[in-house]
């Protein structure tokens, strides 16, 4: 089974402009999350997807949107690039497995990553 | 709200002998806990979870981890250190009493370095 890919892998912008990335989950997987990693901030929640509709979000400027659609691929928005928005990009999906009414297993599994880099 | 702990930025270990690497957290509920590791310029790579069950749990490539319900932990093993082990370990929590129970929250990471 192919794991989860993301496209672009390296991607270099300006300030003001804006970036979309993209995600293919693991197939089957209805659940996509996406994370901003840097240095300082370590690993930062965005937003998660579970069919088509954004079901958590994290604490990030309204600068940052994201969708999915109905394969579950997934894409992120970023408008009007600042110079700290330089970071990994990870995309992560998985599988919701319940039992007896209540969520056990989501084990989240992650793709390499877009680099960003806005100068 | 649900948090995780790592105390350690760096733990350095020389080969063949055992590592660990530290977790506590915060819940309100019950804890969902999973370690992942991260190579240089990579995703994330899932080593193993707990959910219920067993104390002990016994992950990808060797690693095991222990929870501890009293001390809220769930430190990190590996009975017999490689220096390919050497890499970037996170610890994420998720609470299965709130409503954005699904969202996992990360540690910030400890790297660790086996030396030859």
């Known amino acids: 089974k192919a794991g989860v890919t993301q496209t672009p892998r390296y991607l270099i912008k300006t300030r003001g402009q804006q970036v979309t990335l993209s995600c293919s989950p693991i197939?089957?997987?209805?659940?996509v999350s996406w994370y901003q990693q840097t240095p300082g901030q370590g690993l930062q929640f965005l937003f998660e997807?579970?069919?088509?509709?954004?079901?958590n979000k994290g604490n990030f400027p309204g600068r940052f949107s994201g969708r999915q659609f109905s394969n579950s691929r997934s894409e992120m928005n970023v408008s009007t690039l600042e110079l700290g928005d330089s970071a990994l990009y990870l995309c992560?999906?998985?599988?919701?497995?319940?039992?007896?009414?209540?969520?056990?297993?989501?084990?989240?599994?992650f793709g390499p990553g877009t680099r960003l880099t806005v100068l | 709200a649900q948090s995780v702990a790592q105390p350690e930025d760096q733990v350095n270990v020389a080969e063949g002998n055992p590592l660990t690497v530290k977790c506590t957290y915060s819940?309100?509920?019950?804890?969902?806990l999973f370690w992942y590791v991260q190579y240089p310029n990579r995703g994330l790579q899932f080593l193993l979870k707990?959910?219920?069950?067993?104390?002990l749990v016994k992950g990808s490539y060797g690693f095991e981890a222990e929870f501890n319900k009293s001390q809220t932990s769930f430190h990190l093993k590996k009975p017999s250190a490689l220096v390919s082990d050497s890499a970037l370990y996170f610890c994420?929590?998720?609470?299965?009493?709130?409503?954005?129970?699904?969202?996992?929250?990360f540690g910030s990471g400890t790297q660790l370095t086996v030396l030859p």
């Open positions: 197939s089957g997987h209805r659940s």
């Open positions: 994420a929590v998720r609470d299965d009493a709130s409503g954005s129970a699904r969202q996992l929250t």
């Open positions: 819940v309100s509920g019950n804890p969902y």
């Open positions: 992560a999906s998985s599988l919701e497995v319940w039992l007896a009414g209540a969520l056990k297993g989501n084990e989240q599994f």
């Open positions: 707990y959910i219920t069950g067993d104390n």
């Open positions: 997807y579970f069919s088509e509709t954004q079901r």
